[in-house]
């Protein structure tokens, strides 16, 4: 008989549950969020039903990892919309813990991933990936997973969430998942629903751009210049978009490249309106 679904808010006990069903055997897998679940998020679950016994949703919109003009206070929540759509995609526990429970008083520890953080949307947004790194690593102490599952499109959150694990010894797996777009092209993004009709064809320069480098890519052109002009034409022809940055890095150290010699990755930030979407496209 499958056990009922459980929700857990403290911390202790979700780690006391988490420990239990290790001591039974049980392969876990967990999918960290911050809620306003879209179909992006139901993929990473699928991925993680497929792939492990238990599958823990975490809900936490972190404080830590968001800038003082940045939108935290506006961030969508509907905790019960979002364990709706994810209990029939495969979770078995929910872990969603107030700010309180997760930091609490005099918390001043955290976790610095010193040269992946700094360009691209480190550069963007100072402080951003200490705050992922130190709710993640927070989160893998207390759902104690075999396996954690996070989407591709956040690139270099990703890729420092990887460098985390094997700097820092976690006997975690991290499995990345691709991108799920909309059929016109339009990443999935919890950001989306701010767009207006306007903005949001507007939004879909993003990934025109990304395509037009990347056929740029298949015809032969390496240079880094000519591959980040190729995907930064249609952006720059779209008066609803302002680009923050469009840069080519290598796909692993995200340092700059002159020359696509070895697989790379366009990774952008761009506000469509007040709102700032991202997208990346590898180039192998
Ligand atoms: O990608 C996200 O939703 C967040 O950055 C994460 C990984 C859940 C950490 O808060």
């Known amino acids: 008989m499958k056990s009922p679904f459980e929700i857990f808010r403290d911390p202790a006990a979700m780690r006391a549950r988490a420990e239990d069903l290790r001591r039974d055997g049980r392969k876990i897998a967990v999918v960290p969020t911050m809620g306003a679940l ?15 016994d238990v599958v823990i949703l975490t809900i936490f919109v972190n404080p830590t990892q968001f800038g003082p003009k940045e939108d935290l206070s506006r961030y969508p929540r509907d905790e019960e919309g979002d364990l ?20 609490v008083p005099g918390s001043q520890t955290f976790i610095e991933v010193r040269e992946l953080q700094q360009p691209l949307e480190g550069a963007s947004r100072p402080g951003h990936f200490a705050g992922v790194a130190t709710i993640v690593s927070k989160l893998f102490h207390i759902t104690k997973p075999h396996l954690a599952v996070f989407g591709e499109k ?39 629903v701010y767009l207006s009709p306007e ?38 022809a779209e008066p609803l978009a302002r680009i ?28 469509v309106g007040a709102t700032r979407l991202i997208d990346n496209r590898v180039l192998a």
């Open 38 to 52: 879209h179909e992006g998020h139901l993929t990473l679950v699928r991925h993680a039903r497929a792939r492990a």
């Open 84 to 103: 709706a759509k994810a209990r029939p995609a495969g979770i078995d526990l929910a872990f969603c813990p107030s700010a309180e429970a997760m930091y």
């Open 154 to 192: 956040d690139y270099q959150q990703l890729a420092i969430i990887r460098r985390m694990v094997r700097d820092l010894d976690f006997d975690i797996e991290i499995q990345g998942v691709p991108i799920v777009r909309e059929v016109d092209g339009l990443a999935l993004s919890s950001r989306n």
């Open 199 to 236: 903005q949001r064809v507007a939004a879909l320069s993003l990934s025109r751009g990304l395509a037009a480098a990347a056929a740029a890519f298949e015809a032969g052109e390496r240079s880094s210049a000519a591959l980040v002009a190729a995907a930064r034409a249609p952006i720059e």
């Open 244 to 271: 923050d940055y469009v840069e080519l890095r290598d796909a692993d150290e995200l340092t700059t490249v002159e020359r696509v010699e070895r697989r790379a990755v366009l990774a952008l930030a761009v506000f």
